[in-house]
């Protein structure tokens, strides 16, 4: 998805389906920011696990490890999902004309047809 930002002596847009998320840590700041990096750092969220400004040193480590895990969790995701569709037109393509393909294997390539398209194929 194409998203457009407007900065101070910056504009454009960057691809949320092609750019990479990043966690940014300022300690002397107290700051932990997700950004995405497109030509620069471009921050959209701010991770804040305190309602007291005076006690985020204390949990600073801490919003780090979830900017962290943000990141490689919408990462992989990213990773994932491009390479699902490609997966699933595969696994749509194998034929079974002359069963020749064990029954258990079979069921397996409906099962994940099922998952991955949410669609009860119990005729196959």
Not at 46 to 71: H, P, T
Not at 89 to 109: F, G, Q
Request: glycine share 2%.
């Amino acid at each position: 998805m194409k998203i457009r930002q407007l900065f101070e002596f910056v504009e454009g847009e960057f691809d949320t389906e092609k750019d990479k998320l990043v966690c940014v840590s300022r300690k002397k700041y107290n700051e932990v920011r997700l950004c995405y990096k497109y030509n620069m750092n471009i921050p959209f969220a701010q991770i804040e696990l305190y309602s007291n400004g005076s006690d985020a040193a204390e949990v600073f480590e801490d919003a780090e490890k979830l900017g962290e895990e943000i990141c490689k969790r919408w990462n992989d995701h990213t990773r994932l999902t491009a390479a699902a569709t490609d997966l699933l037109e595969a696994l749509l393509n194998i034929e079974n004309d002359n069963n020749s393909i064990p029954e258990t294997i079979w069921e397996m390539r409906n099962n994940a047809i099922r998952k991955a398209t949410l669609i009860d194929e119990s005729h196959d």
